[in-house]
């Protein structure tokens, strides 16, 4: 019994893995969740696909030979292994956060997820609405570090600071009068530290709710982007634990 | 005489900027270089299209209406007016420097601009083989920043080192064993931060022409992304100024 192959979709119960080297982060760190795995005609030995092939028959999981997952999956082409695999809805831990309100570019919240894992910032709430975690150019754009993370949805900021009273939140936005390196100094843990949308950033309550701070630079740009400001935040709040030994 | 339209290339004359919000910012940094703007037929005012054309004509920069020049120079569309600019080899001046080696994403270079600019670090050398820094990609990219910074091409390391016998030269490499944080507190000014290909990094020989500095981070990562590690450096490099009142 063959389960159809569509394109992804954000109610799906699976998502995809396009290209080689995520799959192989997916098998290192969860294999389990593994549907089956398609391979291109076309793929050549490039990327260990042998070797990736080799590793399925060991876990048992199936293998699929098809073009046709390829045009559905990747219709620009360039990738010849996609994972099919199991979403799963993130519970995030207590201590040290990233929360990002209304996220909506899937590239940059990979980037961030990314940059995050990193810095070992991996319980990360998303406040709705908000770019879906599992929408595979998000998966891809993240190298692998998607398998690494934490994701956890919420429906409003309320929702996340009732299930975590204790954390003191950071929030990052321009009309923030404290600056960043003051800030960290007298840093109390677990925090979260919060961003705003790309265009938007945080509605100016997020003063009262949060601790504002702000990354200054000259005015000659609006602002930085947010991967760049989250990823710049993070080395800030966590760089002692990196550089302790 | 009307001049043909071409696509972009490297050696051409003149470069593009696909883009309202683009368009203004080389009118207000740069209106001397313009040749002429190109509007759709099909703009209305969004992003203040009327305001624009006002503009060049104070400024007495022809305007054409066709739709023939966004066919050529942006096929994907979701951009109404072009400005057509004639380039400038770029002179970075004595100071503190970015320089990149080898770099190869336009994305990643316009991203790289956009925070350097923020930091005020704005002679930039790039040290060929390179991406091309007017690929109207890379000045997409930086949304505007691209007409607030001197960039300038050598052909090698030494070229560079010749010119600027004084800076210090911190190369940021994965080999390193001094942290960023530490490096920070004794830096020398004027310094280079040095950044290497985004796949290959830089050569191991840098390590002995330069100070090597390492941004510490975990092992789930094989590397920062490009911009993230020049922008977090940038940003401890610079912190004290932008914080100093």
């Not at 961030?112 to 770019?131: K, N, Q």
Request: with cysteine.
């Amino acid at each position: 019994m063959a389960m159809k192959i569509q394109r992804y979709k954000h109610d799906a119960e699976v998502s995809y893995t396009l290209g080689a080297t995520l799959t192989f982060e997916l098998i290192k760190c969860a294999s389990g969740r593994i549907t089956r795995v398609f391979v291109s005609p076309e793929a050549r030995d490039e990327g260990g696909i042998h070797e990736l092939i080799e590793k399925c028959r060991q876990l048992r999981i199936p293998i699929i030979e098809s073009e046709k997952a390829f045009n559905i999956l990747s219709p620009k082409g360039n990738c010849f292994v996609i994972a099919e695999f199991r979403k799963e809805a993130g519970t995030i831990r207590q201590g040290n956060h990233l929360v990002f309100v209304n996220p909506s570019d899937a590239g940059n919240l990979g980037t961030i997820l990314r940059t995050a894992t990193g810095f070992g910032l991996t319980d990360i709430a998303i406040i709705r609405p908000a770019v879906d975690f599992y929408d595979p150019r998000v998966i891809r754009a993240t190298m692998g570090a998607a398998f690494h993370v934490n994701v956890e949805y919420f429906d409003s900021i309320e929702t996340y600071r009732e299930r975590f009273p204790d954390n003191r939140l950071y929030a990052f936005m321009l009309q923030a009068s404290r600056p960043l390196p003051e800030v960290v100094q007298s840093k109390e843990e677990p925090f979260s530290l919060v961003f705003g949308n790309e265009a938007t950033g945080l509605p100016d309550i997020y003063a009262e709710l949060c601790s504002a701070v702000i990354i200054k630079h000259s005015r000659d740009i609006d602002s930085l982007n947010l991967p760049m400001a989250a990823g710049i935040a993070m080395y800030e709040f966590t760089k002692e634990q990196w550089n302790r030994e």
